[in-house]
């Protein structure tokens, strides 16, 4: 039986091929003793000595209550297909014994090897088993698929990546992104949460208090790496994809800050590989914000029957690469949907691209022609809506209409076009530039313009300049000096229609996207040899005959009871018109909800505040406030921190003050202030 939800939720489906049971907690005991938390949905039939393949999913985000509420769709709809599925803790998170120190940690890739291994021999697992994961999750399954534990299938990642430095959210074109100081902030609220007293007994507050006495902002230790080092290339499976034996589906949306690592994935495997890349935010593309959504799950069902009973789904006689070709919108700082159509391509990089070169031409004409220079130094306002990084698809995460930051940008306007264009992949500007000072950055818009004037961001490159030949020997600028560069925009499918007009925007600020460089620098562009480079992709025949996807399906998901949150913060961006100061707003996991099956509430609060004075780029600053509160059966415990990142020319400062409360007394307190000088950035 299928019950029908709103249009933007799968449908739920309550009955399936294998009755399913349910393990709350199984115990994964590692050789040093350590126990990690486990729940398990599985056929009964594997109970009963009919042994099935496992799914583990391995996320450091609270199996019990963390993810309760979103885990039992995809893992009881896979189970009832015939599956045991396996959501992990991470050692040091959760009901997890240990200490989490970092993200992707070497004990986390081995931890994971050997959880692997005591799966397989499970008397309910067939000695085989696979990995799926959305963002942590998608990250780590490539990374222990890099290791080649014996008993690993195939990896399904989703909104993930192969190079942590080049794609994640704490550098950007070698920019200090705006979301490293965030993230590190939003897993210091997390990283210090107690276990359940229910699942681990009395042992409850010693935990607890490791995890306290641990918690340390993962910030003061990212910024000791400010370039591509060995730090980011550890985890990086591009650093050599040879490593990775393993079938890989890799599968992201266009509205995602993961989507270029589908293509750079597809070309750089060598295995059994597929791309699927939708107009989706970072999500499963069953259950997403931004439709349509598709019968994903169908497809992961097909994927493992392929990989792990041998059945013949068709899975692997497709193309290797589908992506949703959106169509031209109005820009928009939200959309539940974007038009467009499904096509793909067989192999990727494809020989069907077509690289089209249009000179940044003198009177800012994109394809134009003639020589001579253009120069911009751009206000700090430029970028002040430019959305998020990686979007979750609501709260006005999209950028706006882009005519604002045009004024404070070097504008290079096309030809309105005779025919509509589509592209696929990433477009690069060649830049041939000088600059007046020693650091610069520069941030790169290709826009769809439409005929009443309307301007769409569709890609978006930024470059810290001093990073112009490589990420890992970062050199300064000479002023005066004559350089070419390179910008790689994001990966991205989009069609422009007849009627419209291309055009690149330059500028010299992106905040808050990129921290902004020490001084304001202005960049002489040198025209007529600046040029963007389009991947045009021609018409395919064949992509009116590609399948259609299924109708999003999911299993019924566990209990819960949401509350309103009173005077959550708000996306919002204000500018004092007297001070010059300027302020964009983000919130963060603000939510409140009650698990009746676990008899637990938990309530979350959190905001993310960008700041800066126009003119003055050492005036940047971030704060961040979290407000965790859960109440077990019996006892309630609360955690508040506050953040707080600012700049001088010549250093990066991280204040961070944390306290932890028990039933309303206060149990631990900590203040970190720390500075850290920068490294041309």
Known sequence: ?????????????????????????????????????????????????APVPVLLEYLPYRLRDGTRTRDQGLHMYVAGHGYACVRLDIRGTGDSDGIITDEYSVQEQLDGVEAIALLAVMPWCDGQVSMIGISWGGFNGLQIAARQPPALRSVITVGSTDDRYATDIHWIGGCLSKDNFDWSSTMFAGNDLPPDPQVVGDRWREMWQARLEANRPWILDWLQHQRRDAYWKQGSVCEDFSAVKVPVYAVSGWADNYSEAVPRLLAGLSGPRLGLVGPWAHSFPHDVTVEPAIGWLQEVVRWLDHWMKGVDTGMMDGPMYRVWMQDSLPPQTCYAARPGRWVAEDIWPSPRIQAQRLALGAGGVLGGSGQGEARICSPLWVGLGAGEVGRYGGDADWPGDQREDDGGSLVFTGAPLAERVEILGAARLHLRFSSDRPQALVAVRLNDVAPDGRVARVALGVLNLTHRDSHEHATALEPGRVYDAVVDLDDIAHAFPPGHRMAVSLSTTYFPIAWPSPELAMLTVHLGDSALELPVRPPRAEDAALPAFGPAEEAPQTPSIAHEVPQAPRRQVT????????????????????????????????ICRHLVVDGDPTSAEMTTDYLVEMAFPGVTIRHHSRGRMSCTAMHFRIEMQLEAHEDGKLVFARHWDEEIARDMV
């Open 575 to 606: 500018r004092d018109l007297l001070s010059g100061r300027m302020q964009v707003d983000f919130p963060r996991w603000t939510y409140a909800k009650t698990m009746p099956d676990i008899g637990q509430t938990q309530s979350s609060v959190g």
């Open 1 to 49: 039986m299928i019950v029908q939800q709103g249009s933007a939720m799968a449908e739920t489906r309550t009955t399936f091929p294998h009755p399913v049971s349910v393990i709350e907690t199984l115990w994964l005991i590692l050789a040093d003793g350590a126990r990690l938390a486990a729940k398990v949905w599985l056929p009964e039939s594997a109970l009963q000595g």
